[in-house]
């Protein structure tokens, strides 16, 4: 019996030696070299895999950094400008500081204003149903509320508002890794530049249908009219295919445009109410369930 | 216009064809075999039945409830299929509490657990009836024998399956004809006189659930005839090597589960592959096996343990053999 | 036996309900808008403007490339103007908007009812007058019949297959158009024959239209060459590749066209159109319509102009049925559904289809029970199944290996699942990824 397990142990203590001799030749072999940076600076990366660099995964977007001689080229939207910064410093190379962005809807077309002509009853995908034709409502620029942004958002920082149909961004979740406004078939969701407390201004809106036309599918449309470019002190609006667009860079969010909209397509979200009283009346009857939502 | 019109992508008509009726359907098949049984088994095989199919259906809408928190969907018909199907699978007399441990392996275990309906890789009635038979070995082998009404449920008169007869003759060293003097006739074994489990007994039933399935186009023919057949050319080659030691094909083919396994339990559609060519390595792959453990194993009968080795196959079957496309090029 | 196509396919309903109403000239419309895209290819360029007075065939549109067509005015009166109109693809696109005054043909067109056999063009000049009149597949693929014809050097064509299969459920205007043109299609086809300079020419009918098979059978005996083959009922037999297997038993390579494996094949509208451009001078500009659905008064063949708006159809086959729920540019398998009655007819239009309200909607999804009936279905011999669930998680390079492109979309797969599962909406989306893939990769 002793001898039995005595045998058992030799041989099994000889055949994993030698195993471990091989392998320590195959591996001494087959060894690759890899620059220690690319660990180094994978480490710091958020691991979110998302994409948003435009690289396949974090490791990518290390291997490609650690490469590259300019790290202008690069950015890592989840990260941010701390990571660049860190990421620079392993590399020994300079970075940047890019202003942080956020996913902005630019689409206010609830039900309420934009009334459905007819229904979808296909697969739920936004893109499917864009490929198909132009939607429920009369608009065929707006949102078709079929929730392909909030199936590709990585950080659970996009929903779909039940009572509106439409999609909303989560400010604090929100990485700004572009992956809904590249899966958007309309193209309503934009980067923009993230303001102090969250403050936005934008034009939610993205119908380029002559002013009638627009105004005939949804009542909180662009029509064009310019009031807000006659009225923007900055030069940060311009009207094409009658459609305004506000330059995130250039607005200094004095909410002038807002006040004088035709049709309330400007929102305005997260900034205190108004102290005329009559003016607060509009802004919250422009569209209640965005400016309430922080 | 007032109305909202409905827009949606081609193609705009249906099949009137649910999974809801596909399952209905198979338990329409089963009915002539269940009425077998009852009359072969009495009361027992009502009891069984009912016991598994509550508790089959029970634990499914308790799991998919309060587990996995859907919404629940045992009208779909699936459920009542593994229940019945787990009633075929056990003797007539088997404890209620024994069926319901094995109801909660074939639903819980067998199928919920891998996501529900369409994602097991094996199938679930199996399962429960695999898992009760290494867990109560007795009960399970203590087959009932087919008296009808007169045997009681709880206290009836039990014996051994032509398979057990056999398989312990042939170890005993005794020739074939000598053993086949003790069993029913191949004319009893067709409709199903004698001892064995619920639904395995009668052929014939199961003959007309086949062709009832065949003509609603349920299923294809491919597999129960390739278990078939290969059953049979296996056996009797080892038949025609030596009569006095193996048993002849149609006794091979009317003993045990072999019908109900290759018309009932093999052709479910999610745990068997999806092309014909893979439908043919199917069933032989189940034919070879079964007589495999017949013949050389220590149990005398194998298609349970048979079709659940093979659904294991079935993924990599689905992932190699694929149906040949129209204008594939034929050099590649 | 019949002859059909080997590999799956599926039996719908058939429910030709207008295959018993002679086509009927439809009143002129008071307004037409005549797209520029309706071919497959470039979209055509207008050179027409606003305040042109125009007559009926006048050219309006110029052809925009080899695969494009040009486009003739269906009517005779003023633009109005060239604006975005709604039409069947569900977008709003350019079209040419006439006022309707009068109905002044082109004074090159020979009106008379006449049939004029003799073939006095060449091979050339056919294709040069069928490029000309703006012919374009009127099955519905409308791909330009000039293009099929111009074969490439080294490609030899021994046989011409005529469709006139018409698998689609509902819809007849073939089968009309078969019955009561008969002898101006066969001329379509011999001058299609000549063209592409081949002695054979097949058409293929399904058996469901027996009077309209042994009605060609009769008139075919003065034409040599041409032959009439009854079809086993299957759908897709209308498909070019399943066509071609079931008449001729060649199998189009995968990726490959019909012309490979020397064939070509036209529908039996496009043959008719053939004949009135190059025998008659007249450009396509009108087209054989169904009108048809289970709640319709008074399911009807419509000779329509194009661009007439498809409420006037609709009125004139009894109105808009009180329980409609959907309606179809095309057949039920195939077809668009479009959201509004005002769309304009095009030349790809072979069918309306009115469908009631509760047949409308889609049977209720529930999960994959892996049945294999789609694979089982499919004439191309596709895993639907497999291919659907590798385009919703975007697995692009299984799904080119997995053949999506062999696709030929024409929905067996969905039509049979019994889990209700929108398997082609997600291999369509799938197929259109690759295929952007594939060109992303040639460039």
Redesign the interface.
């Known amino acids: 019996m002793s001898t039995t397990i005595l045998f058992t142990i030799i041989s099994l203590s000889a055949i994993g030696a030698i195993a471990a001799i091989i392998l320590y030749f195959v591996a001494q072999k087959f060894k690759v070299y890899e620059d220690p940076r690319i660990d180094q600076v994978e480490e710091i990366l958020p691991a979110a895999n998302c994409g948003g660099c435009g690289y396949p995964g974090c490791r990518g977007f290390a291997e490609a950094m650690v490469k590259a001689d300019d790290l202008s080229p690069f950015y890592c939207p989840v990260g941010g400008n701390e990571t660049m910064a860190q990421a620079a410093e392993i590399l020994g190379k300079a970075v940047e500081a890019k202003d942080p962005l956020v996913a902005v809807v630019r689409c206010s077309g609830s039900p309420n204003h934009r009334p459905?002509?007819?229904?979808?009853?296909?697969?739920s995908?936004c893109?499917?149903s864009s490929?198909?034709?132009?939607g429920?409502t009369g608009c065929?620029y707006g949102c078709l509320g079929l929730g392909d942004c909030v199936d590709v958002c990585d950080f659970d920082a996009i929903y779909m508002d039940q009572e509106t149909g439409l999609p909303v961004v989560i400010d604090d979740n929100c990485t700004a890794c572009g992956a809904c406004v590249k899966v958007c078939p309309n193209d309503i969701i934009e980067l923009r530049k993230k303001n102090k407390k969250d403050r936005k201004i934008f034009v939610s809106c993205v119908n380029m249908d002559k002013g009638g036309i627009a105004k005939k599918a949804c009542e909180v449309a662009c029509i064009g009219c310019k009031a807000c470019v006659k009225v923007c002190a900055y030069d940060a609006i311009t009207v094409e295919n009658f459609l305004a667009y506000i330059d995130p860079n250039k607005c200094k969010l004095c909410r002038k445009c807002v006040e004088v909209c035709p049709t309330n397509a400007i929102l305005e979200i997260n900034f205190p109410p108004r102290k005329v009283k009559l003016e607060t009346e509009k802004a919250t009857k422009a569209e209640p369930a965005k400016t309430e939502t922080k | 216009m007032n109305k909202t019109i409905t827009i949606s992508p081609s193609p705009h008509v249906y099949e009137d064809t649910t999974a809801k009726r596909l399952m209905f359907d198979v338990v329409i098949a089963m009915l002539p075999v269940l009425a077998f049984s009852i009359y072969f088994f009495g009361m027992g095989a009502i009891i069984v039945t009912l016991t598994a199919v509550v508790s089959c259906l029970a634990f499914e809408w308790l799991i998919q409830k309060f587990l996995l928190k859907q919404e629940p969907t045992i009208s779909d018909g699936s459920a009542l299929v593994t229940g019945i199907l787990l009633a075929f699978n056990v003797p007539a007399n088997l404890p209620i509490g024994i069926i319901i441990i094995g109801s909660l392996v074939a639903i819980g275990v067998g199928k919920m657990s891998f996501g529900g309906l369409g994602n097991n890789p094996f199938n679930p009635a199996l399962v429960g009836r695999v898992f009760l038979l290494i867990s109560f070995p007795v009960q399970m082998t203590s087959w009932s024998m087919p008296t009808g009404f007169s045997n009681s449920y709880t206290d009836a008169i039990t014996g051994a399956t032509p398979l057990g007869v056999m398989k312990e003759g042939i170890g005993a060293g005794e020739s074939v004809s000598a053993i086949m003097d003790k069993i029913p006739s191949h004319m009893e074994l067709f409709y199903g006189h004698m001892g064995g489990s619920m639904g395995e007994i009668a052929a014939l039933a199961i003959m007309i659930g086949f062709a009832y399935l065949l003509i609603r186009k349920v299923i294809t023919w491919h597999i129960p005839v390739s278990i078939i057949a290969t059953i049979t050319i296996f056996t009797g080659i080892l038949w025609l090597a030596n009569p006095e030691a193996n048993a002849d094909p149609l006794f091979h083919l009317l003993t045990g589960g072999v019908m109900l396994g290759a018309v009932f339990m093999a052709t479910d559609y999610v745990t068997s592959p999806m092309s014909v060519k893979g439908m043919w390595i199917f069933g032989i792959g189940i034919g070879v096996i079964t007589v495999l453990i017949r013949v050389y194993g220590s149990y005398p009968e194998g298609v349970s343990f048979a079709i659940l080795i093979m659904n294991a196959f079935v993924p990599l079957i689905n992932s190699y053999i694929k149906p040949k496309r129209f204008g594939e090029l034929r050099n590649d | 036996m019949l002859k059909t196509f080997p590999k799956g396919g599926v039996h719908p309903a058939e429910g030709k309900y207008s295959a018993g109403s002679a086509i009927e000239a439809l009143p002129l419309p008071k307004i037409v808008s005549i797209p520029i895209a309706q071919h497959i290819g470039a979209p055509s360029k207008p050179i027409v403007a606003k305040g042109d007075k125009i007559k009926v065939g006048d050219k309006i549109a110029e052809s925009a490339g080899f695969v494009s067509a040009n486009i003739h005015s269906s009517v005779s009166g003023t633009v109005v103007k060239i604006d975005n109109v709604l039409d069947s693809s569900g977008y709003k696109r350019p079209c040419v908007i006439i006022d309707v005054e009068g109905d002044e043909w082109n004074e090159g067109i020979d009106k008379s009812s006449l049939i004029k056999k003799e073939i006095s063009l060449t091979d050339k000049e056919i294709i040069n007058k069928i490029n000309e009149s703006g012919i374009v597949g009127l099955g519905g693929a409308t791909f330009p019949s000039h293009v099929k014809l111009s074969v490439p050097d080294g490609k030899k064509i021994d046989v011409l297959i005529i469709n006139g299969v018409e698998c689609e459920p509902y819809l007849t205007s073939d089968h009309r158009l078969m019955l009561e043109k008969a002898e101006e299609m066969l001329i379509g086809i011999q001058i299609l024959m000549k063209a592409l300079s081949v002695n054979i020419a097949l058409i293929g009918v399904e058996n469901n239209k027996p009077d309209a098979i042994s009605h060609l059978q009769n008139v075919v005996k003065e034409y040599p060459g041409i032959e009439v083959h009854a079809l086993k009922v299957q759908y897709p037999q209308g498909g070019e590749k399943q066509l071609i297997k079931a008449l001729i038993n060649r199998e189009v390579p995968s990726g490959a066209l019909p012309l490979d494996v020397g064939a070509v094949v036209h529908n039996v509208g496009t043959a008719f159109a053939v004949y009135e451009a190059v025998q008659k001078n007249k450009p396509l500009f009108e087209r054989v319509v169904t009108l048809t659905g289970e709640s319709v008064k008074k399911p009807s063949n419509f000779m329509v102009r194009i661009g007439a708006p498809v409420t006037d159809l609709v009125e004139a086959a009894g109105g808009l049925p009180e329980d409609t729920g959907k309606i179809i540019n095309g057949g039920p398998m195939m077809g668009k559904a479009v959201n509004s009655l005002e769309v304009p007819v095009v030349k790809g239009t072979s069918g309306i289809l009115i469908m009631p309200a509760e047949e409308s909607k889609r049977k209720k999804e529930s999960n994959c029970i892996r049945c294999a009936k789609c694979v089982s279905v499919c004439p191309q011999g596709l895993e639907p199944f497999l291919l659907n669930k590798l385009a919703q998680l975007e697995i692009n390079d299984k799904l080119e290996t997995g053949g999506v492109m062999d696709c030929i979309e024409c929905g067996s797969c969905a039509y049979t699942c019994p889990a209700g599962l929108p398997l082609l909406d997600y291999i369509r989306l799938g197929k259109s990824r690759v295929s952007q893939i594939i060109r992303l990769r040639k460039q």
Do not use: C, K
Not at chain 1, 116 to 123: F, I, L, P
Not at chain 1, 131 to 134: A, D, V
């Open positions: 459905r002509v007819n229904e979808y009853d296909g697969a995908s893109t499917i490929s198909l034709y132009s429920e065929q």
